[in-house]
């Protein structure tokens, strides 16, 4: 167990190695690992998202596939066909790329809506189903999406049932004046990608969820957390609010933040942390609110601003 309680920052320190300057965002995609969901990363193009993944990928030492999500992508390509084999007289299932424990779903925004609906089943119930036959997904799974912001040319916005199936959406975001200089002195020379550790693997991964899992949450704040989820649906600037899945994910976030820190139980402060991570992207904003240009992570706070934890 004392090995897992220090995994988490291992697995930071190591990345770090490659995404330089970035803490707080490695340590909210490590948080969504441990708290088994998948991770939206929404940025312009060359700030690093297929890099950050990648490196994930190599410190867990898991099996690992980037799908290039572009127009012409077919469904069956993520979830696999069957195949008429001539020799058995049998139709045989070939795996498409989604059968791995990590998957890069890169630019998943570029590719049309019916394929960007095959990754419904596999997020949410990690399984594909195939010409009516099941497989189940390789243990652990994670999918990290990237795509660039809505208003690039060529983009199909995520429907709000796919959104609601990542755990968190986050954004890496430029680096500073000094970090970016780090960058270049690093990279001059070598890839640091190229000699990266292994410092993880797919049993500890295993573990480490199942000990998520067991951490606190009192009554207290589960009732905090439903009450502000339930605020955002009466929010006069919200059309559609979040759902109980978003509830249920924040209450998970909170118990791998409330973990990373080494607590046992989850506190208020938890729950505030990660709100916006978890909670912005799924809110539908009314008309009147995109017109005057309203951010939804403005109406999280608002909401969080304007709901107490219950003491008594």
């Keep these: ?7 988490p920052v291992k697995i930071i320190d190591n990345i770090e190695k490659v995404i330089i300057g970035k ?12 708290a088994d969901g998948h991770i939206l990363i929404e940025d312009v193009p060359g700030i690093g998202k297929t890099s ?6 190599k410190s867990l030492g898991l099996n690992f596939k980037r799908i290039q999500f572009t127009p012409d992508i077919l469904p069956s390509d993520i979830t696999g066909f069957s195949m008429y084999n001539m020799k058995t007289g049998e139709f045989e299932y070939k795996p498409g790329n989604i059968m791995s424990n990590i998957i890069l779903a890169d630019e998943i925004n570029r590719t049309s809506p019916k394929t960007q609906a095959s990754m419904l089943e596999v997020m949410e ?3 594909v189903t195939v010409d009516g036959v099941t497989y189940p997904i390789p243990n652990p799974f994670m999918v990290l999406a990237t795509q660039n912001p809505v208003e690039y040319l060529g983009t199909y916005p995520l429907p709000e049932a796919q959104l609601d199936r990542f755990l968190m959406k986050i954004s890496i975001g430029y680096p500073t004046f000094s970090m970016e200089k780090k960058i270049l002195e690093i990279y ?3 890839d640091p990608m190229s000699s990266l550790k292994q410092v993880a693997d797919a049993q500890m991964i295993i573990d480490i969820r199942a000990a998520v899992r067991s951490i606190t949450v009192n ?5 905090y957390i439903v009450r502000i989820v339930a605020a955002t649906r009466d929010h006069e600037q919200v059309k559609l609010g979040c ?3 978003a509830a249920l994910f924040l209450m998970k976030a909170s118990q791998a933040r409330a973990f990373m820190e080494g607590r046992t139980f989850v506190t208020p402060d938890d729950v505030k942390g990660l709100a916006s991570a978890v909670l912005a992207h799924r809110l539908v904003l009314n ?3 995109r017109l005057k240009g309203v951010q939804y992570s403005e109406i999280i706070s608002e909401v969080l601003d304007n709901t107490v934890i219950q003491i008594k």
């Design 188 to 190: 001059r020379d070598q």
């Design 219 to 223: 009554e207290k704040i589960n009732d």
């Design 243 to 245: 759902s109980p899945r």
């Design 125 to 127: 119930e990690r399984q």
């Design 1 to 7: 167990m004392s090995e897992l309680k220090t995994l």
């Design 287 to 289: 008309q009147e609110a």
């Design 52 to 57: 950050l993944v990648s490196a994930l990928a």
């Design 23 to 34: 803490r707080e965002v490695v340590g909210l995609v490590v948080t969504g690992l441990i």
